[in-house]
């Protein structure tokens, strides 16, 4: 008598906040597998899936709409917060969703030299609420760009005799400028 397996399996994987299920159902008659019937099976059984259709409900899924139905309920709506620093922590994670997907449509539309890697970088992105700006800045990928950027505006201020208070009120207004402090940490490791 031909003895049956069955061997279930199931994948799970979440993307965009929505969760995509695989399973596969493997049933082997041994008399198959083994043509002498007195030894048995031992050890895992290996089998495939056809990731192209896999990709392809994932990357289905990541660039659908997000639509009403899909918002957190516990988050309450950004005006009923009245803390700084609880707004701060929600435009750092607005900022950190936003660079996830920017990276992905990078990599979508081959924004990318001949080994893979992104030749475009996001470096910030600003918005208005309310009265207030918002510039959420990301990391730089080359620290010596940051670098030369922070001596070009020591430069400048010093060729114009723009004072640490200068900066600082314009900083305060252009939210693309580098903080004061970090003007003033470049002027004093170059002096």
């Known amino acids: 008598m031909a003895e049956t397996i069955v061997l279930i399996t199931e994948i799970e994987t979440e993307m965009f906040e929505r969760s995509l299920n695989c399973k596969t159902k493997y049933i082997s008659n041994s008399k198959k597998i083994n043509q002498n019937p007195s030894t048995k099976l031992s050890g895992p059984r290996l089998f495939g899936f056809d990731i192209e259709p896999l990709y392809y409900a994932r990357s289905q899924i990541g660039f659908q709409p997000i639509t009403a139905g899909t918002n957190d309920k ?93 900066y600082r009120h314009l900083a305060a207004t252009v939210l693309s400028l580098f903080r004061e402090y970090l003007v003033a940490d470049r002027r004093n490791k170059i002096n």
């Open 74 to 166: 516990r988050k309450r709506p950004l005006e009923e917060i009245t803390s700084q620093s609880q707004q701060n922590k929600r435009f750092k994670s607005f900022g950190e969703d936003v660079h996830k997907a920017v990276d992905e449509l990078i990599i979508k539309h081959k924004l990318t030299n001949v080994s893979g890697e992104s030749i475009i970088h996001l470096q910030q992105i600003g918005f208005d609420y309310k009265e207030n700006q918002v510039c959420i800045k990301f990391k730089d990928p080359d620290p010596m760009a940051i670098q030369t950027r922070l001596d070009a505006i020591v430069r400048v201020c010093d060729e114009a005799l723009l004072s640490r208070d200068g």
